[in-house]
């Protein structure tokens, strides 16, 4: 069973088109991070959201932590062929021998056209 | 400046013959992490350092060892690479485990086995 649940796991857009993605989970997490990961190199850190309801703007780019902190969603606005990369989230688990270990989504394959 | 440094980028293994992928950081983190990910997936954590508390997940294959001979460095051992176990692999440091506790990667080995 996939703890954290990411859609969609593609999507191809032109320049210019906003788009959001999503990240779900029937757990609660002391913090949500998103990464963005080009081929061939290791995830980057773009955010990371603790407070249930926090938004959090880089650019373009709109993080939103769930009230009751089980999903958070990406939104970008006028996305660029610079944004095209694997986006994934990844939340720490709020308590239990799991405590801080972070869970990943499956991952947003992300291309944009010029 | 690179904080998570993966040594070699690239690893070309023989089947069955035991290779070493290492990671050093600048960061001082106590808490060091090995990823698997095989491509367009999510990563998938193989264990984790807490000092030197070693954590190891519990579909771990024996097959993956790893050593933290201290606070910078961790190296990943696998004792008889398997074609499956073709993969890219990635280190990952962070401050504490829990709340807000942030990852930062490595750029990853990459591991072909013929």
């Known amino acids: 069973t996939q703890l954290l649940e990411q859609s969609p796991q593609f999507l191809s857009i032109q320049e210019g088109e906003n788009l959001t993605v999503y990240c779900n989970s029937s757990?609660?997490?002391?913090?949500l991070q998103w990464y963005r990961q080009e081929p061939g190199e290791g995830p980057v850190l773009l955010v990371t959201?603790?407070?249930?309801?926090e938004v959090k703007k880089l650019k373009r780019l709109t993080f939103q932590f769930g009230d009751a902190r089980k999903d958070s969603s990406l939104h970008i606005t006028a996305a660029q062929p610079g944004d095209t990369g694997l986006y994934l989230c990844?939340?720490?688990?709020?308590?239990?021998?799991?405590?801080?270990?972070?869970?990943f989504g499956q991952g947003t394959i992300l291309t944009v056209h010029p | 400046d690179a904080m998570v440094i993966q040594n070699p980028r690239y690893q070309v293994t023989q089947f069955g013959k035991p290779v070493t992928l290492s990671c050093s950081q600048t960061?001082?983190?106590?808490?060091m992490y090995w990823y698997q990910q095989k491509s367009s997936q999510a990563p998938k954590l193989l264990f984790h350092?807490?000092?030197?508390?070693?954590?190891n997940e519990a579909d771990t294959p024996d097959n993956f060892q790893s050593r933290r001979p201290n606070t910078s460095f961790c190296f990943l051992d696998i004792r008889s690479p398997g074609l499956g176990d073709a993969a890219m692999y990635l280190c990952a440091t962070s401050r504490e485990r829990g709340r807000g506790a942030e990852a930062f990667f490595g750029q990853g080995t990459r591991l072909t086995v013929v």
């Open positions: 990844a939340g720490a688990r709020a308590g239990g021998t799991s405590y801080g270990k972070l869970t």
């Open positions: 350092y807490y000092d030197k508390d070693f954590n």
């Open positions: 960061l001082n983190h106590n808490v």
């Open positions: 757990s609660v997490f002391s913090s």
């Open positions: 959201v603790v407070t249930g309801g």
